[in-house]
Nanobody, 115 residues
Framework: QVQLVEFGGGLVQPGGSLRLACVASGITFSTYTVDWYRQVLGKRREYIARISTVGFPNYKDFVKGRFTISRDNAKNTAYLQMDSLKPEDTAVYYC?????????WGRGTQVTVSS
């Protein structure tokens, strides 16, 4: 059974940091591209960042310089390091592992940035 589980969400003050983890099971993780998305209640889910199977990152402009995506294939885990967090980063964060024939999502983890 394929499962993606996100960890690391929580409440943080503006300017603070969080590190999200996406742990995969039931797939050959190293063969999947991993994306991070986020969604605010009532709005569309939006793409944040991607890491390829060989570790090349890609970021949306609004997180460049603040967020860092990485992966550890030996641990079947992808990470999203989030620094300099802003209140507008508050959302549910999801990971998505995909390749041409497969597409899997986690259930998300809530990130709240507030003083």
């Amino acid at each position: 059974q394929v499962q993606l589980v996100e960890f690391g969400g929580g409440l943080v003050q503006p300017g603070g940091s969080l590190r999200l983890a996406c742990v995969a099971s039931g797939i050959t993780f190293s063969t999947y591209t991993v994306d991070w998305y986020r969604q605010v209640l009532g709005k569309r889910r939006e793409y944040i960042a991607r890491i390829s199977t060989v570790g090349f990152p890609n970021y949306k402009d609004f997180v460049k310089g603040r967020f860092t995506i990485s992966r550890d294939n030996a641990k079947n885990t992808a990470y999203l390091q989030m620094d300099s967090l802003k209140p507008e980063d508050t959302a549910v964060y999801y990971c998505n592992a995909w390749k041409s024939s497969d597409n899997y999502w986690g259930r998300g983890t809530q990130v709240t940035v507030s003083s």
